[in-house]
């Protein structure tokens, strides 16, 4: 059987506390109505912030780009990066996704103070959910090594009798330096704490595979496949890139210089300097599932800046 599996950063897919409302009068004229919640008791409720701001959900037009892009991909597994919490992925699966039939919805609370997770969209049933949140890396054994989780789930085949494959879906540590930090250090501190997630990633994994294993380690990566903080990742196990050869579905927005001709999935645009084109969205393979590749591909963006996400997803097609 041919199964279709991709990575998606939605770009913060947040809901919270959006109040909305249709209401009609006795002549069937819909009127508008606002609608005031108060709470007498503070403990009652809980107002979700991020740097003393309130956490907005993701406006209606962007949450439909990104269906729109997940419905032209049709994939019967998705991992999922940057969504607020497992509510808000399987309403935005069971409304705005509905015809893809994504029945099965996967997302462990991480430790990111954005607040974002990483999650999982399947039509295949699913089998064990391991979370590694509370996972520690040597060099930092008071505080968990992934903000966002490696989030570990079994995929079945319909019957569930048999384990098809096992998928990694991570978000690493980004590129950005807070404002007001030194730049270089800050960015050093950066790469190494990538380093240090890459590292913890593959150990976990390399302790959980077993001989002709069928896994895929995916997600946004933050970095360039062939990036140095990467490097223990590749080294500790058995990868293939299962991207080096995608193939976009239509041509890249015009640009100066135009994008490079090659697999890419964000780009990033300095003031007045060109922008940098990367393959940060990766989907690793491992020596069993990458004799079973069919096809990749990447989902392009229809304007520089993205259609609902900075980034592009991709996928790859395994014949399991």
């Known amino acids: 059987m041919r199964v279709t599996v991709g990575t998606f950063n939605l770009n913060n897919l947040f809901s919270r506390f959006n109040f909305s409302a249709e209401v009609s009068d006795e002549d069937d004229v819909e009127v508008e109505a606002r609608t005031t919640f108060s709470f007498d008791d503070p403990t009652e409720f809980k107002l979700r912030t991020y740097q003393g701001r309130l956490v907005k959900g993701k406006p209606k037009a962007a949450r439909q780009r990104i269906a729109n892009r997940i419905a032209e991909m049709n994939l019967d597994v998705l991992a999922v990066q940057e969504v607020e919490d497992v509510d808000t992925l399987a309403h935005f699966a069971h409304q705005e996704l509905e015809s893809l039939g994504y029945r099965h919805v ?3 609370e991480g430790n990111d103070p954005r607040l974002i997770d990483v999650g999982l969209l399947s039509r295949l049933p699913l089998g064990g959910v391991t979370s590694w949140r509370h996972a520690v890396h040597p060099g930092s054994p008071d505080q968990p090594v992934f903000s966002r989780d490696l989030l570990e789930v079994e995929v079945l085949n319909e019957r569930r009798t048999k384990r098809l494959f096992t998928l990694y879906n991570t978000h690493l540590k980004s590129h950005f330096v807070p404002f007001g930090q030194d730049p270089v250090a800050g960015a050093a501190a950066a790469n190494e704490r990538r380093r240090q997630q890459a590292e913890s990633a593959a150990r976990i994994v390399s302790a959980r595979m077993r001989p002709n294993s069928t896994f895929l380690v995916v997600g946004d990566m933050n970095d360039a496949p062939d990036a140095e903080p990467l490097a223990p990742l590749l080294s500790k196990l058995p990868l293939t890139d299962g991207l080096a050869d995608a193939l976009e579905d239509r041509p890249a927005p015009e640009d100066t210089p135009p994008a ?44 520089l800046g993205g259609d609902g996400s900075d980034h592009d997803p991709a996928w790859v097609a395994l014949d399991l």
């Open 106 to 108: 996967v997302l462990v």
């Open 260 to 303: 490079p001709a090659r697999p890419w999935t964000h780009r990033f645009k300095p003031p007045r300097k060109p922008a940098h084109y990367q393959l940060f969205d990766h989907i690793w393979l491992s020596d069993s599932a990458a004799k079973r590749k069919a096809e990749a591909g990447i989902n392009r963006r229809t304007r």
